[in-house]
């Protein structure tokens, strides 16, 4: 049994999954005091019919709602601006972001300058900053998601926000809206909720309620991701990956980001490639590490992971080891589905070795105080060779 | 502003009115349930006096009101909850789900672990009718689409469910 000494877990998002999700909509805005919705997209998804299904959900409820379908790919705090005059000069009185990444992050920004009413966003830039209750904000997912949509985090420009009062209030995750996506779209989606969750799992700051989402978001992604990307008329697969990623957003909200992440963001940004593709491959290395310094949660992994049967004849000693490797076995088969698209090691992204002492670097810069740039630089070594750590 | 536009949400017209006949069928059925069945008898007189109970649909109906009259007598009491005094109001969060419901996709007690109701009042009369529904539902249809709707398919005699089908059907379409 593992009790902390302290801890604190807050999770206000209220999850509505499965068939027919998207009709409750309507009752639960009405529990939020809203009858005047603004739905945030953007063409791309607007395009693939999706705002047609979330305005079929909102038939006989009376309510008429409002649609804006132009979030860029990489928006600006002018562009939140302007979308939040609109919500205002429309007397909108609640957000229902539909997609992920941009949009969700454009969504809730702009809840911030709608509920505070100021021009000044940068201002509220930062951790905790934010400290009073925001307006309604539903979150309907198109993909699998990474877990960023429901946590307490939003990005923008290069300003990050940070606080509990960003996680939406309701996330509904209706099969009809995930579709099938590009493989390494749902790969990198995927891992960068695995990443969320296993270091959840594993990191100083865990406790008995981030387990909880974090085990049940651990368990999905190794269930099915590869699955889903065999067979990519598995709707109950991509179900279970939108469901992880919003766990994961919830352990996420929790913890804190580790290593791995923090790498992950680093490389992707400095080579152009997408974060969760460089979050996989970094991942089993991160936990190698970590389990290196502070070891024993790793072991636990294996249970999510594999399932009781493998656990309970796998010993103590060697569970650590067993769940790092079934990682790096997902990395293979990934690798195999999608014949070589997804790269296992870093030397496959095409990521100059020579360059790893730069990435190491910055991600001192920007990483958490608990890793130096020894530390970065091991992890980053094992995973451009695809070679394990070797246990101290 | 180019990019944005408000759109007035349209209405489900056919499949409000399928699920406002069914409403007014199995209220009807209840009504008729209540004097062929012994449980379900029995289940209403462990009701308090001059009992009410509605089930309906989120926002604005269809309805169906069933209780129990002065004389004690189950009555179906037509579909306008205004006015009326009801002690245990079951609203179906949306009409799609009124509709798995009424299809028999999802049965009552699925639906009501699916949080797919709404139930303001007494949870134990709740209970109550959905138990009532469910011995109804497994007169009125046959048993392949009732066991997709009841929680346990009963174990009945040849005459109990088929002579009490009969008498059900006869005096709900009759309405006595």
Known sequence: MFLPDNYEFYCPVKTNSGNRALEHIPIDLDALSSRKPLIVTSKDVAGKGAVKKIVNAFKDSGITVGIFDAVPDVPDIKFIEEVSNIYRNKEHDSIVALGGGPIVDVAKIMNIAVSYNIQGLKELAGDDLIINPLGPFVLVPTLSGTGYETSRFAKIENLTFSSHFLMPDLVVIDPRMIKAEDSQIVVATAMTALTHSAEAYTCPAKNPLTDTYAYAAIQYIAENLVNVIEESKDKEGRLALANAAAMAGCALSNTAVDIVHTLGEVVGDMFDLPNGICMGILLPYGLEYSSNK?????????????????????SENLRARVAINMITEMQHDLYDATRGEIPRTLEEAEVPRYMLQDIAEKAVSCGSPKFDFDGYLTVLEHAWEGKPIARN | MADYRKVAAGRKPFKRAYVAVMLWFVGRAIQATARVDKVVKKEFEALPEEFTFSLGVEPGGPHMIVGKNKKGRVKYMGWEPEGKHIDLKMEIKNLEAAILMFTFQESTAIAI???????????????????????????????????LAVKRYPLWSFRHKYIGRARIYFRSILGY
Not at chain 2, 116 to 136: F, K, P, Q
Request: proline share 4%; aromatic share 8%.
């Open chain 2, 113 to 147: 672990a699916r949080d797919r109701m709404i139930v303001d009042g007494e949870v134990s009369y709740a209970c109550t009718v959905v138990r009532v529904l469910d011995i109804v539902e497994v007169y009125l249809l046959p048993r392949l689409i009732a066991r």
């Open chain 1, 294 to 314: 502070n070891g024993y949660h790793t072991a636990d992994l294996l249970l999510p992971l594999a399932g009781f049967d493998e656990y309970a004849k796998t």
